[in-house]
């Protein structure tokens, strides 16, 4: 086991999993939330196994309080502390705002909204003792920029935007860094429907990202950039330049 622990949600795929592997090779034991597959889950963790840290899943529903607490006690209960939390876990629910249900505004907010609250809370606590730690939250350009028929994305997004600015501003003196990634369209199961190629002539870098394009800046943001705090760094080829 090594000294130093990072949970990252939404960890079984994507995103997540490239994060949560990029933490690994920096000599982190990884804790892996998953949502509901299991197979994705466990694979991640051999993955991570492979590379000489320890890994641990932890299905639980980044939406709902209850399941959060007592997920985040037993993890604390378990490893005594949390160096790195990714607040990554998220999910699109797409449509024009005039035709949004109620149903579709709130999976959106709660899942990428109030997920960050819900999990940051016992984490931060954690790291207030330790008077040390880094949260890094999983944004997106259209939390800067908006999007026609992202509406509830949109606001969820900003939002988190927020909430790393206050962050960082109420938990700097305790030692604790808070930041932000905002990535561009990356090549994960969340746009696999999506019509992408139509999208890169807007792309300076004329191509989708990649997980791990992402995983990278994360790993700079927990780990390597010690005097950065409230910030949001856009990892997009340069879309909203
Ligand atoms: P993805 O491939 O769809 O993976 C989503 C991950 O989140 C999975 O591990 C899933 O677990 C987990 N998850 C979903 N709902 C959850 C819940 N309620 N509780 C716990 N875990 C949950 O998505 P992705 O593209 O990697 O996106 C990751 C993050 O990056 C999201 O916050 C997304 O908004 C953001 N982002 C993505 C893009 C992009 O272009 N892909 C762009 C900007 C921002 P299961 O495997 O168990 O379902």
Do not use: H
Request: charged residues 25%.
């Amino acid at each position: 086991m090594s000294e130093k622990l990072a949970l990252v949600t939404g960890a079984s795929r994507g995103i997540g999993k490239a994060c949560a592997l990029e933490l690994a090779k920096a000599g982190y034991d990884i804790v892996v939330n998953y949502a509901g597959n299991a197979e994705a889950a466990e694979k991640t963790v051999q993955e991570i196994k492979a590379l000489g840290v320890d890994a641990e899943a932890y299905k639980f529903d980044v939406s709902n309080k209850e399941e959060v607490d007592k997920s985040i006690a037993q993890i604390i209960e378990k490893y005594g502390r949390i160096d790195v939390l990714v607040n990554n876990a998220g999910i699109t629910r797409d449509g024009l705002f005039m035709r949004m249900s109620d149903e579709n505004w709130n999976a959106v907010i709660n899942t990428n909204l109030s997920s960050a609250f819900f999990v940051s809370q016992p984490v931060v606590k954690v790291m207030m003792k330790q008077r040390s730690g880094a949260i890094v939250n999983m944004a997106s350009v259209v939390g800067v920029s908006g999007n026609a028929g992202q509406a509830n994305y949109s606001a969820a997004k900003a939002g988190l935007i927020g909430l790393t600015k206050t962050l960082a501003k109420e938990l700097g003196s305790r030692g604790i860094r808070v930041n932000a990634v905002a990535p561009g369209f990356i090549n994960t199961d969340m746009t696999k429907d999506l019509d992408t190629s139509k999208f890169t002539d807007f792309i300076p870098l004329k191509r989708l990202g990649e997980p791990e394009d992402i995983a990278k800046a994360v790993k700079f943001l927990a780990v390597d950039a010690q005097y950065v705090t409230g910030q949001v760094l856009e990892v997009d080829g340069g879309l909203i330049i």
